[in-house]
């Protein structure tokens, strides 16, 4: 039964990725681990303002946790964006978690991912433009998908002008503006 003090309302919602507006390009990030401690992967997809892809990696680590994976995604994008040029970047990550050790220099981060962060800031602090947002899972398929294929390949893998095969038909989903459905809670109090 709800009660004035605790009414939770429930509604569904469209769920799609969404690109950054012009001039700013769109990286999205992702980590997975197999365990707690375990094989991690993590990818990072870059794409332009209409939605185009630049350039995508992925990459691994024999141990890890899901959380180092997740920072070690958003490091190895920020690198990729570097490389490629870009200088306006929207970063957007599925993980809440990481945005502390983002927006305040890896200060409130774990000691095992402090250096990570601290990579991440001074790699933010060479771009014109810097924001990061915070978006469901639902719309991060493609990351997720390259996060879990560095946890298998035992190499990194670095794609430049074509996208792997294995995140083509998510880009494409994404282009033409497919969405998942997704129930929402908001609690009130």
Known sequence: ????ENKIQKHWSLICWKPAIYPYCTLNTDGSSFGNTGITGFGAVLRSANGKFISAATDGLPQGTSFLAEAMGVRMGLMMEKDCGVTHVQLQVDSTSLLPGILNDGKEATW?????????????STFICFNVISIFRKGNFFADA?????????SSCYWNVNPPDIIKTLLTD??????TPRCISTKFY
Do not use: Q, W
């Open 1 to 4: 039964m709800l009660t004035n």
């Open 146 to 154: 390259l996060a879990k294929l560095g946890s298998s390949l035992g």
């Open 112 to 124: 095992i991912a402090r250096h990570i962060f601290s990579d991440v800031n001074s790699l933010i």
């Open 174 to 179: 994404d282009m033409i503006g497919r969405s």
